[in-house]
């Protein structure tokens, strides 16, 4: 889980390439480095800790000369954030230098042999023995020499090369990593997320898993594993370079926080046309989903936790039992699925390792796949049958906001829409649940506006150990995610349980003011969800309730209440979150955490 970006061109690429690292840090913020060709040699810069580390030991890039180079911004899998195992990593005799984002399952085995030849290692990590393979392979012929180390590696890669024999070109080569090429005017470019490349270019190159390419200032060559060249479509970034720039807010988490009425309208406007939702994505016939007996939702993280959430309105307005599995579990679990399981798999990215292996498995037993992604031509939107994008724009903050409330939207609309087409809600239910879900942006701007004072409820909460969040049926699930974004921003324990199970063991760990955040919602099962908070209170818990507007039960049990719009209940996790979102932020500020960029996380996973 790192970012890689390499540029060729006639400007000098040391201060390009930092820039494009700015724009990669949230992939990864351990270590980070530069490798420029000048004058027939390879100069390396690396550090420990943040791109602005790397920024001061180059000047801003003024020491390190050169028109052709490749840099790095490192999350460590092998080998502990260190200015040694750093990217970018140098062959012995000097001559080339990669950056790697991925991981090589086989080097343990590789490192064996290529010690054994004599070739000595630097860094503990597994990237090192790439260099060393490329050297080794080197006869004079670069493109030869990166196809054979290719076939060598096993695991994920996105691998850029310099070579100080070929100074103008850079080589880099895709498996199971996202790449992308950027196509300039007399400069060219790479990176792993075109967050990097639309300062400078918004005209991109997509590579396939197995494709190679040779890129010069003057032109990107493309070839398969058997050096045959590919002709590829230039496509066209659409996204806007300020969605990437925090727009005077003092973090991307809290600007995503914000975007979110005009995120979820993105998604769901063009996709309701004169009183009907159209999923043009989408071919999925009467006779299919009649056909489907259970649905399955695979992810990882608060993409897993949307899946939950959607469960219960799927399964309530198309009455198909819906399963929700952690993708990291259901690529082991010698699943039950077959040609009447419609598999759902949810990605930000589009590029979880854990989430394209399980949709793997569950298509080579027969499951048709729908992929819910935010990018565009990544790895899980081409690997899918139908791909719903979230259109959410970039998302920069590590912890997701924006990104889990467009996969509820979709999820919304994928379920009204397989309940019209299957008959299993009427006209009048499915004309009323659509007014509602059409109102959502509103009713998610009306949450954030009147509750503009959560930073003062975080400072009542902030100095904590340990939370717990509780709610029964949907409110369960969203309480997954909203003590998911308190621990992966705050560094509080912050655990969920469903309410009803307090009383089976969890109640053991209640104790004098202890924070526990009660979603009640629900209006079928309020007293039960109020009889909960009665228990955690009568062991002297503090108690922050959730709930919507006119709730006037929950003031005489809570300690402290949050007020949101009534919506019906099917659609309620888009708005519950939002405070959620809002207190976990507050309270990560109080407790001076790095909120963006929390200790130990990559925004794309794209390592098992």
Avoid at 63 to 81: K, N, S
Avoid at 300 to 324: F, H, M, N, W
Avoid at 371 to 391: C, F, R
Wanted: hydrophobic share 40%; with cysteine.
């Amino acid at each position: 889980m790192c970012g890689i970006v390499g540029y060729t061109g006639v400007q000098g690429a040391s201060p390009i390439l930092l820039e494009g690292l700015k724009k990669l840090e949230y992939r990864g913020y351990d270590s980070a480095g530069i490798a420029l060709v000048n004058d027939g040699t390879i100069s390396i810069a690396k550090v420990t800790g943040r791109i602005a580390n790397l920024c001061e030991k180059t000047n801003d890039g003024k020491d390190y000369p050169g028109t052709t180079g490749i840099g790095h911004t490192r999350w460590a899998t092998h080998g502990a954030p260190s200015d040694t195992n750093a990217h970018p990593h140098m062959s012995n005799d000097g001559r080339f230098a990669i950056v790697h984002n991925g991981i090589i399952e086989n080097y343990m085995s590789l490192h064996d042999e290529l010690t054994a030849k004599g070739y000595h290692f630097e860094s503990e990590t597994d990237t090192e023995v790439i260099v060393h393979l490329l050297e080794m392979y080197y006869k004079g012929d670069i493109r030869k020499a990166v196809i054979k180390t290719s076939a060598r590696l096993q695991g994920s890669y996105a691998l850029g090369v310099i070579c100080a024999d070929d100074p103008d070109k850079l080589y880099v080569a895709r498996e199971a990593s996202p790449l992308i090429l950027g196509v300039g005017v007399g400069e060219n470019f790479f990176a792993s997320d075109v967050t990097a490349l639309v300062s400078y270019t918004r005209n991109a190159i997509y590579l396939e898993d197995g494709e190679f390419a040779e890129i010069s200032p003057e032109e990107i060559k493309v070839f398969d594993v058997a050096l045959q060249p590919v002709n590829k479509k230039i496509s066209r970034i659409v996204w806007d370079i300020q969605a990437a720039e925090k727009g005077g807010y003092e973090h991307f988490m809290l600007k995503e926080i914000m975007e979110q009425p005009r995120a979820f309208k993105a998604t769901i406007a063009p996709r309701i046309k004169e009183g009907e939702i159209v999923l043009d994505e989408t071919d999925l016939s009467k006779e299919y989903l009649e056909s489907v007996n259970k649905i399955v939702i695979t992810a990882c993280g608060s993409a897993y936790y949307a899946g939950c959430a959607a469960k219960y309105t799927i399964e309530k307005l198309c009455r198909v039992p819906v399963i929700t599995e952690l993708a990291s579990e259901l690529r082991y679990a010698d699943p039950l699925i077959d040609e009447h399981t419609l598999l759902i798999v949810l990605s930000q990215s589009g590029e979880t390792a854990d989430t394209i292996a399980a949709m793997k498995e569950c298509k080579s037993r027969g499951a048709k796949t729908i992929a819910i992604v935010n990018v565009v031509g990544s790895t899980i939107a081409k690997l899918a049958d139908h791909a719903l994008y979230t259109w959410a724009g970039p998302e920069i903050a590590v912890a997701t906001t924006k990104g889990y409330t467009t996969q509820l939207a979709v999820l919304y609309l994928f379920s009204l829409y397989t309940a019209k087409k299957i008959g299993s809600i009427s006209d009048e239910e499915f004309n009323r649940l659509l007014t509602a879900l059409k109102a959502l942006p509103k009713k998610i701007q009306e949450t954030i506006d009147t509750n503009s004072k959560i930073h003062q409820l975080a400072i009542k909460y902030y100095d904590n150990k340990s939370m717990f969040f509780i709610g029964r049926n949907t409110d369960y699930a969203i309480a997954l995610e909203g003590a998911l974004k308190m621990k992966e921003i705050s560094y509080i324990h912050a655990e969920s349980y469903a309410a009803g199970e307090l009383k089976h063991g969890t109640i053991a760990l209640i104790e004098e003011h202890r924070p526990v955040v009660a979603l009640c919602y629900n209006e079928k099962i309020m007293e039960k969800t109020l009889s909960n908070i009665v228990e955690v209170k009568a062991r002297g818990a503090d108690v922050l309730a959730l709930t919507y507007k006119g709730n006037h039960q929950i003031v005489s049990v809570a300690n402290d209440v949050i007020y949101v719009p009534k919506v019906d209940t099917l659609f309620s996790a888009a708005v519950e979150i939002i405070p959620l979102q809002m207190l976990a932020y507050y309270v990560a500020k109080l407790n001076e955490c790095d909120i963006d960029k929390p200790k130990n996380l990559a925004k794309s996973v794209t390592v098992e």
